[in-house]
């Protein structure tokens, strides 16, 4: 397991199409919008 502060595009891509995936099959989203949000736009800087 790796540590990371942000992801790369790519990264992020491929995140977002493996819960658009989960999301299709099973009908639920498996993470909130919220968590989405600080994907796609960052998260909360502490």
């Known amino acids: 397991m790796q540590h990371l ?3 790369s595009n790519s990264q992020q891509d ?3 199409t ?3 995936a989960a999301t299709q ?3 639920t989203p498996p993470i909130s ?3 989405v949000l600080h994907l796609r ?3 909360d800087k502490s």
């Open 41 to 43: 736009h960052g998260g």
């Open 25 to 27: 099959h099973d009908g």
């Open 33 to 35: 919008e919220h968590i």
């Open 14 to 16: 491929g995140v977002i």
């Open 5 to 7: 502060n942000s992801l």
């Open 18 to 20: 493996l819960i658009n």
